[in-house]
């Protein structure tokens, strides 16, 4: 076969291949585009069968999700999960920087065993320590306590932004950190000025994993949490039983708690792999 | 301050000299790491100890006068418990099954994306969203939305074909709870060997091309060895997240009508219960389940590692 007809033939297959990826694309986003028309739907319209595509669009489903219709506002929810989030992302961030610098640029001696350390905790299961997590929180009286979930929160990313950061700052090449030594720059003229430009974009989407991980979580914040501090997907929770006609409601409030993971996720897109393979994919 | 220090050290011998100040380096080396590792220690690896001592108590916390220790007794009652048992070949099947149907369909995700077509971006885009839904949500967005019997979008669309209309979550409650996993970790097993295709020797798949190998053949003796330990990452990787999922089969079934895995059995033994002992033993099976895997998993990410500190 010659090289032009090789070509052609790849091209036709291309076609009909890219026409079998978008199809694919459609029918995975099929249920969250159905979610979204679904939370613009008046309840009657939305249970429905078969469904109505084309009825009329209203923002009632947002309105009783934010408590229009007298049910729990969601606003102590969604502040409990940014301060969890946030925080617990600050934290990790400022315990995991100096680790990974001491892990890549001037390592210590068997660095490698520490970094597999820090891998290994990620696999331990939550549910191991859990009820030991929950005596410890009810004697001291830090249940229902939002920081108890910080520092949680800040244990479970913490392994993932170590081992990101370590593959970030491993990048930096040594000669120009030593070049910058040799010309007589400080430790913290370095760090401003020589790592953390290459770093930053790194650390960015090292914070925005972080951060989708703590405002996911359900298990600790559902034991740990009661009125006071609940967080988002705990509010989500009281969806679990149909309370009559409620869809366009539950699609409301499934979209608006997870814009945020989508936002921080397309944001964080080129180095999500990276970070969920704790740095093993590139 | 630094007088002070330096001043006697300067007339000491030279041996003793060097001595302190290398091990001072040493723990000026190790500092900044410290923090971390004293903090990883202390809130994840005391509560484990403490839940592998308190496995081996009788201990409910309705009657916490009562608490004794008790051997290997709640082992033993795990073990031999029906529900405990079931729960244990519940997560076998969840995870297996999960995982092994993301890693296919991802696989062929993958292969479709790794290609160039019209719009490829906004294909890729597409199939991400599903894994940037909040776990609960799209446990409430299957449950409600789309299983629902009278009104959800599966039994709606049948509804155009005359089809039958299941009550999908009462029939099959298990494989409802794995096909709203898998759709969520699909992307999570594309992204990984989508990684691994871009990382391939292409001009060696040109070169064969240009031989006369078929594109199967391409596939079966470059594309799948190469992929082999991208393929591995994610079944381990998938693996140690969905042995610990609890939201989705609290969501979905609430544990009922046989979903009930391990890590849902321990949240249901020690919170509604107040077994504390059963729960912290189930607890330690989970992790040693877990130890298993990690084993596996730990060597595929070290030798990826090495690779690429190699390569470096």
Same mark, same amino acid.
Not at chain 1, 103 to 124: A, E, H, Q, Y
Not at chain 1, 252 to 263: E, F, M, Q, R, T
Not at chain 2, 225 to 254: C, K, M, W
């Given at each position: 076969m010659?090289a032009?007809?090789?070509?052609?033939r790849?091209?036709r297959?291309?076609?009909?291949?890219?026409?079998?990826?978008?199809?694919?694309?459609i029918?995975?986003?099929?249920?969250?585009?159905?979610?979204?028309l679904?939370?613009?739907?008046?309840?009657?319209?939305?249970a429905?069968?078969?469904?109505?595509?084309?009825?009329?669009?209203t923002?009632?489903?947002y309105?009783?999700?934010?408590?229009?219709g007298?049910?729990a506002?969601?606003?102590p929810?969604l502040?409990?999960?940014?301060?969890?989030?946030?925080a617990?992302?600050?934290f990790?961030?400022?315990?995991?920087?100096?680790?990974?610098y001491?892990?890549?640029?001037?390592?210590?001696?068997?660095?490698?065993?520490?970094?597999?350390?820090?891998?290994?905790?990620?696999?331990?299961?939550?549910?191991?320590?859990?009820l030991?997590?929950y005596l410890f929180?009810?004697?001291?009286?830090?249940?229902?306590?939002?920081?108890l979930?910080v520092?949680?929160?800040?244990s479970?990313?913490?392994?993932i932004?170590?081992?990101?950061?370590?593959?970030?700052?491993?990048?930096?090449?040594?000669?120009?950190i030593?070049?910058?030594?040799?010309?007589?720059a400080k430790?913290?003229?370095?760090l401003?000025?020589?790592?953390?430009?290459?770093?930053?974009?790194?650390?960015?989407?090292?914070?925005?994993?972080?951060?989708i991980?703590?405002w996911?979580?359900?298990?600790?914040?559902?034991?740990?949490?009661?009125?006071?501090?609940e967080?988002?997907?705990?509010?989500?929770?009281?969806?679990?039983?149909?309370?009559?006609l409620?869809?366009?409601?539950?699609?409301?409030a499934?979209?608006?708690i997870?814009?945020?993971?989508?936002?921080?996720?397309?944001?964080?897109?080129?180095?999500l792999?990276?970070?969920?393979?704790?740095?093993?994919?590139? | 301050?630094?007088a002070?220090?330096?001043?006697?050290?300067?007339?000491?011998?030279?041996?003793?000299?060097?001595?302190?100040?290398? /091990?001072? %380096?040493?723990?000026a080396?190790r500092?900044?790491?410290? @923090?971390? !590792? *004293?903090?990883m220690?202390v809130v994840?690896? $005391?509560?484990?100890?403490a839940?592998?001592v308190i496995?081996?108590?009788?201990?409910?916390?309705?009657?916490?006068?009562?608490?004794?220790?008790?051997?290997?007794?709640?082992?033993?009652?795990?073990?031999?418990?029906?529900?405990l048992?079931h729960?244990?070949?519940t997560?076998?099947?969840?995870t297996?099954?999960v995982?092994?149907?993301s890693?296919?369909?991802?696989?062929?995700?993958?292969?479709l994306l790794?290609?160039?077509? /019209?719009? %490829?971006?906004v294909?890729?885009?597409?199939?991400?969203? @599903?894994f !940037? *839904?909040v776990?609960?949500?799209?446990?409430? $967005?299957?449950?409600?939305?789309?299983?629902?019997?009278?009104?959800?979008?599966?039994?709606?669309l049948?509804?155009y074909?005359?089809?039958?209309?299941p009550?999908?979550?009462?029939?099959?409650p298990?494989l409802?709870?794995e096909?709203?996993?898998?759709?969520?970790?699909t992307?999570?097993?594309m992204?990984?060997?989508?990684?691994?295709?871009?990382?391939r020797?292409?001009?060696?798949?040109?070169?064969a091309?240009?031989?006369?190998?078929?594109?199967?053949?391409?596939?079966?003796?470059?594309?799948? @060895?190469? !992929?082999?330990?991208?393929?591995?990452?994610?079944? $381990?990787?998938g693996s140690?997240?969905?042995?610990?999922?609890?939201?989705?089969?609290?969501?979905?079934?609430s544990?009922?009508?046989?979903?009930?895995n391990?890590?849902?059995?321990?949240?249901?033994?020690?919170?509604?219960?107040?077994?504390?002992?059963?729960?912290?033993?189930?607890?330690?099976?989970v992790?040693i389940?877990?130890i298993?895997?990690?084993?596996?998993?730990?060597?595929?990410?070290?030798?990826?590692?090495?690779?690429?500190?190699?390569?470096?």
């Amino acid at each position: 076969m010659s090289a032009v007809a090789v070509r052609l033939r790849s091209r036709r297959k291309g076609v009909g291949l890219g026409l079998v990826a978008w199809l694919l694309g459609i029918v995975f986003f099929l249920p969250i585009a159905w979610m979204a028309l679904t939370s613009f739907h008046s309840e009657a319209d939305a249970a429905t069968n078969p469904p109505s595509f084309a009825a009329s669009l209203t923002l009632d489903g947002y309105r009783e999700f934010f408590g229009a219709g007298g049910g729990a506002s969601p606003w102590p929810a969604l502040i409990n999960s940014t301060v969890a989030s946030v925080a617990s992302t600050l934290f990790v961030l400022v315990l995991a920087l100096p680790a990974a610098y001491a892990l890549s640029i001037r390592p210590v001696k068997k660095w490698t065993d520490v970094l597999f350390f820090f891998l290994s905790t990620k696999m331990l299961p939550a549910v191991a320590g859990l009820l030991p997590l929950y005596l410890f929180a009810k004697n001291t009286d830090m249940l229902d306590n939002i920081w108890l979930l910080v520092i949680l929160y800040t244990s479970m990313n913490l392994p993932i932004a170590v081992w990101m950061m370590h593959s970030f700052l491993s990048e930096i090449p040594v000669a120009i950190i030593e070049a910058a030594r040799v010309d007589g720059a400080k430790l913290p003229t370095i760090l401003t000025r020589v790592v953390a430009p290459i770093a930053l974009p790194g650390i960015a989407a090292t914070a925005l994993i972080c951060f989708i991980f703590s405002w996911n979580e359900l298990l600790f914040a559902r034991v740990l949490t009661g009125v006071v501090a609940e967080t988002a997907p705990v509010f989500l929770t009281g969806f679990i039983t149909s309370q009559g006609l409620f869809l366009a409601k539950v699609c409301a409030a499934s979209l608006v708690i997870s814009l945020p993971v989508l936002a921080a996720g397309f944001a964080a897109q080129d180095k999500l792999v990276q970070g969920l393979s704790l740095g093993a994919v590139k | 301050m630094t007088a002070t220090t330096t001043a006697p050290v300067a007339t000491t011998p030279v041996h003793t000299n060097r001595q302190p100040s290398a /091990r001072l %380096r040493a723990w000026a080396t190790r500092a900044p790491l410290l @923090p971390a !590792l *004293v903090f990883m220690i202390v809130v994840t690896q $005391l509560p484990f100890v403490a839940t592998l001592v308190i496995s081996f108590f009788d201990w409910n916390s309705l009657y916490p006068d009562a608490r004794h220790f008790a051997g290997i007794d709640n082992y033993r009652e795990v073990l031999t418990d029906a529900d405990l048992r079931h729960s244990v070949w519940t997560t076998v099947l969840l995870t297996v099954a999960v995982v092994l149907a993301s890693l296919v369909l991802g696989l062929v995700l993958a292969l479709l994306l790794d290609r160039r077509f /019209r719009g %490829r971006g906004v294909v890729r885009t597409l199939l991400i969203a @599903p894994f !940037l *839904v909040v776990p609960v949500a799209a446990a409430l $967005l299957w449950k409600h939305v789309l299983y629902n019997p009278e009104y959800g979008l599966f039994n709606g669309l049948l509804h155009y074909v005359g089809g039958p209309q299941p009550d999908w979550i009462s029939n099959t409650p298990l494989l409802a709870v794995e096909a709203s996993l898998v759709w969520q970790w699909t992307p999570f097993m594309m992204l990984i060997l989508l990684a691994g295709l871009q990382s391939r020797d292409h001009e060696q798949i040109e070169a064969a091309w240009v031989d006369g190998a078929s594109d199967w053949q391409i596939f079966r003796h470059l594309t799948l @060895p190469h !992929l082999r330990r991208y393929l591995e990452l994610g079944a $381990l990787l998938g693996s140690i997240y969905i042995v610990q999922n609890f939201d989705a089969v609290f969501t979905i079934t609430s544990g009922g009508l046989g979903t009930a895995n391990l890590p849902y059995t321990v949240y249901q033994s020690f919170y509604q219960a107040h077994e504390n002992g059963l729960a912290s033993a189930a607890g330690v099976l989970v992790v040693i389940g877990s130890i298993i895997i990690a084993t596996f998993a730990l060597r595929v990410v070290s030798s990826l590692f090495r690779e690429e500190v190699s390569h470096a």
